[in-house]
């Protein structure tokens, strides 16, 4: 029997975003990808991904908030968690002053920007800051927000505020100590190498996996790395 992999997307991401990774690890491990619905929190996330997972005992990887995610499921159940994957995320809660009202007022935009004008027209503001350069108009970019169109201007309003009111989970990093994967773009802009570097330090049992030529949608950016990062990592 297979091990079970249980896949965390990121925001308003569905399992297209994980589909290269489930193609190309299939002879590895089973593969589950979590559905958020309409949860508003971190927490109930992390919750949702331990009620609807049936195993005691599960490999689980995480892409942006779906990595805070993944990190909150680490706190609330640790033992249940084989090995981990930290891909293109964070650990940092809101700032405080201007700078966290700045995040605020950006993320509320954009929110208003969905009910508005629809998902769509969101994504094309949105998404080029979340890929590298090269990526902007072409087929990759547009299947992305193909993604984007399926969800909904509620789904997004619920995932802003679990952003909004994530949790600061690096002082859980140094209590990790299974098999850890922290992966980012080298060109990721919203979640840069230098903070994925300072995680790996943390975590004592951490690689750290720099994918070249990639922004912050690695997954689908570079398929082949990631699928063979998490491959190396699956077999640690």
């Given amino acids: 029997m297979k091990p079970t992999l249980v896949l965390l997307p990121g925001l308003m991401c569905d399992a297209a975003v994980w589909a290269p990774q489930i193609e190309s690890l299939s002879d590895l491990v089973d593969c589950a990808v979590v559905d958020y619905g309409l949860r508003d929190s971190i927490t109930a996330m992390a919750r949702l991904v331990l009620d609807s997972t049936a195993l005691a005992r599960f490999a ?6 779906g990595g805070r995610v993944a990190l909150e499921v ?9 090995r981990l994957a930290l891909l293109d995320t964070g650990t940092h809660p809101l700032a405080q002053g201007e700078a966290g009202a700045k995040e605020r007022a950006g993320r509320m935009a954009l929110v208003e920007l969905a009910r508005d004008k629809g998902m769509r027209v969101m994504g094309q503001q949105w998404l080029p800051g979340m890929v590298h350069p090269d ?11 193909e993604m984007l169109e399926c969800s909904s201007p509620e789904q997004f309003s619920a995932q802003i505020n679990a952003l909004l009111t994530r949790p600061d989970a690096a002082p859980g990093l140094s209590a990790i100590t299974c098999p850890t994967l922290v992966l980012t773009g080298e060109h990721d802009v919203w979640s840069p190498p230098a903070q994925h570097a300072a995680m790996a330090q943390v975590i004592a049992s951490a690689q750290l996996c720099i994918v070249p030529h990639s922004g912050h949608m690695s997954t689908l950016e570079q398929p082949e790395a990631v699928s063979s990062a998490m491959r190396q990592w699956m077999l640690r």
């Fill in 74 to 82: 680490m706190r609330l159940a640790p033992e249940r968690v084989e």
């Fill in 60 to 65: 689980l990887a995480g892409h942006s908030m």
């Fill in 135 to 145: 990526v902007i108009g072409s087929a990759l970019f547009e299947s992305v927000l």
